[in-house]
């Protein structure tokens, strides 16, 4: 089988690439790494899919869920107790600037992981919310479980949480294996739940004190982030899913080969010429 220069994706690295609706008769995929590639409604004919790797065993996307769900448990249970201990704080207090610094990086960490699994983004823009994300968490998880482990000092806790969020932002910049920016996200929606509670609770503050106006506004915020969190979830989720299956959904797949092919966990269904009918 030929093919012409703009049909030849042999032995290229092709994971979540999307080839939704394209006319691809005839390409040749022969040994490519179609992982999370989207080739709904696609025209395959005879198209080469000789030895491909397309989709995860069932084990990985469990030790995936797992890790997903321990840093869940860790940012749980570190922004938890940093909420806590900042409620009810004034300006008059010396931890007035911790419970600043808590509010910016709860709130930046929510919306950084919200736009982070928008779908379609600009690689540009991917980056910048993972960075965003991910640096304004690391400080936190850094602050908190050093600060925990040298008996509350703030001057190591601060110098940890600068050197967390520096070591995750430039992490950003190296590392684009999806599991990575699940894990952002995960603890990013994390955060973005933290700061809902933390403004619902500044909100209760300032209504109680006849604020209205301050208090309606932190209401908002406190609504939206719920809504952003909720978002962050579902978007994570459908990302997972795009990551690590194939979709070959409703695909014109006729006389296409697939010999010596890997095919964990892909699609097929509503496909012409699935190589399972």
């Not at 379609?120 to 910048?128: A, D, F, N």
């Not at 939206?224 to 795009?242: E, F, Q």
Request: proline residues 1%.
């Amino acid at each position: 089988m030929t093919t012409s220069s703009s049909l030849d994706f042999a032995n290229q690295d092709l994971r979540n690439r999307s080839f939704k609706r394209k006319s691809l008769n005839g390409a040749n995929f022969s040994g490519a790494n179609i992982r999370g590639c989207d080739f709904s409604n696609a025209l395959l004919r005879e198209a080469n899919f000789v030895q491909v790797r397309a989709g995860q065993p069932l084990n990985r996307l469990m030790l995936l869920g797992t890790v997903a769900l321990l840093l869940a448990g860790l940012a749980i249970h570190a922004f938890s107790l940093m909420i806590f201990g900042v409620l009810g704080r004034t300006a008059a207090e010396s931890a007035w600037s911790y419970a600043i610094a808590l509010h910016a990086s709860l709130g930046l960490a929510g919306a950084g992981a919200a736009v982070l699994t928008l779908e379609r983004l600009k690689p540009i823009v991917k980056r910048l919310s993972m960075t965003t994300s991910g640096s304004a968490t690391g400080a936190l998880l850094g602050f908190f479980y050093v600060g925990s482990l040298t008996d509350q000092d703030p001057q190591v806790a601060t110098i940890a949480a600068a050197i967390a969020s520096l070591s995750v932002a430039l992490l950003t910049f190296r590392v684009q294996h999806q599991a990575f920016v699940m894990a952002i996200a995960t603890v990013g929606s994390v955060a973005g739940y933290g700061f809902a509670f933390l403004a619902s609770a500044t909100a209760s503050a300032f209504l109680s004190t006849h604020h209205i106006l301050m208090g309606l506004i932190w209401c908002a915020l406190s609504l939206s982030y719920v809504v952003i969190t909720l978002s962050t979830l579902i978007g994570s989720l459908k990302a997972a899913r795009r990551a690590f299956r194939t979709s070959f959904r409703n695909a014109d797949l006729t006389n296409a080969k697939f010999t010596g092919s890997q095919l964990r966990n892909v699609d097929f269904s509503g496909a012409i010429g699935s190589p399972f009918r």
